[in-house]
């Protein structure tokens, strides 16, 4: 969570340099539901992902050196610097693919889990989504074929209430998100998703369940972005939720949950903890100054991968 939370705090500060030349969806405060799912998960397993995938890479253990070349259009970025931050990958760590497009990664993940199924290779995939992720057709479809299959997959709903700007109360029903899943008999869980260890907890009985070939976890972490949906900045004062709402939530930092959950149990969690900081804000640095010191593209480049009739 340290990893992550480090990471995009320095990606929101040094964005004003105007030297990122793509759009950040930064999921500050939202740490705790990548970090406790990929904990459970093997280092074998996948994950795809959506728009907000920053914390999904970084706790899957992706090459920080690839994710920031990526976001600086270097030639060194994860897509080779034609993608974006929106379009982080990373094959040796089990991030397979993800896109900005709402819903749109869903079909290909299930698609994955069932040539997983199919190869009995023991890979469990994990689908990240958001709320608003749920108001897509072709969500349901996933949720069915893979219900129907017993596929080995894991959708996993980061809910912070959202879709862009607008609440989940002026966009749904008010009914339990966990039943949509429900319906599609498969096995789900409602979390607390400021808590890494119950979200680990969860995560974990997740995966045994699968790897028993029960079949499809819908998982949904109730959770909360700081930061404006797109870019570095805070905007409360825009309207669409309010100063105290956000305080609030505040105060349920998972990072510091976590924190003050260890010094209770570890008189010498408080050093250790610092020794974390220090070495993951090495790793941060050293990562930026790879990403700045590597080249552009060629020109050549933007013309590799295009197919005309």
Not at 5 to 16: D, H, I, K, L
Not at 159 to 178: A, G, K, M
Not at 227 to 246: A, K, L, M, Q, V
């Amino acid at each position: 969570m340290i990893r992550v939370r480090e990471f995009e705090e320095t990606v929101a500060t040094r964005y004003s340099e105007q030297e990122m030349r793509c759009p950040v969806h930064l999921s500050v405060g939202q740490e705790a539901p990548p970090s406790g799912l990929c904990e459970a998960l093997a280092e074998k397993d996948q994950i795809f992902s959506h728009h907000r995938s920053h914390g999904h890479y970084v706790a899957k253990g992706g090459s920080l050196k690839k994710l920031i070349s990526e976001f600086y259009g270097k030639a060194t970025g994860c897509t080779r610097g034609v993608g974006g931050s929106m379009h982080a990958m990373d094959v040796d760590a089990g991030i397979i693919a993800c896109t900005p497009i709402v819903g749109g990664i869903m079909p290909v993940a299930v698609g994955s889990a069932m040539a997983h199924k199919y190869d009995g290779n023991g890979i469990v995939t994990a689908v990240f989504l958001g709320d608003a992720t749920l108001e897509e057709g072709v969500v349901h479809e996933s949720f069915n074929f893979a219900s129907l299959k017993k596929l080995p997959i894991i959708f996993f709903c980061e809910n912070n209430f959202f879709s862009v700007y607008t609440h989940l109360r002026d966009r749904q029903p008010d009914r339990p998100l966990v039943d949509l899943a429900a319906a599609h008999k498969m096995d789900v869980y409602s979390v607390d998703g400021n808590d890494a260890v119950e979200v680990f907890r969860v995560s974990q009985l997740a995966c045994e369940s699968i790897r028993k070939g029960n079949g499809p976890v819908f998982i949904e972490a109730i959770t909360y972005r700081w930061r404006e949906h797109c870019g570095p900045n805070y905007d409360n004062d825009i309207g669409y939720r309010t100063e105290e709402e956000f305080q609030e939530w505040k105060k349920k930092c998972p990072v510091e949950k976590l924190t003050k959950q260890l010094l209770l149990e570890d008189k010498d969690a408080e050093e250790k903890i610092k020794k974390i900081h220090t070495k993951i804000r090495k790793e941060i640095e050293d990562a930026f100054q790879f990403a700045l010191e590597s080249p552009f593209p060629a020109k050549e480049e933007l013309f590799k991968n295009l197919y005309a009739n």
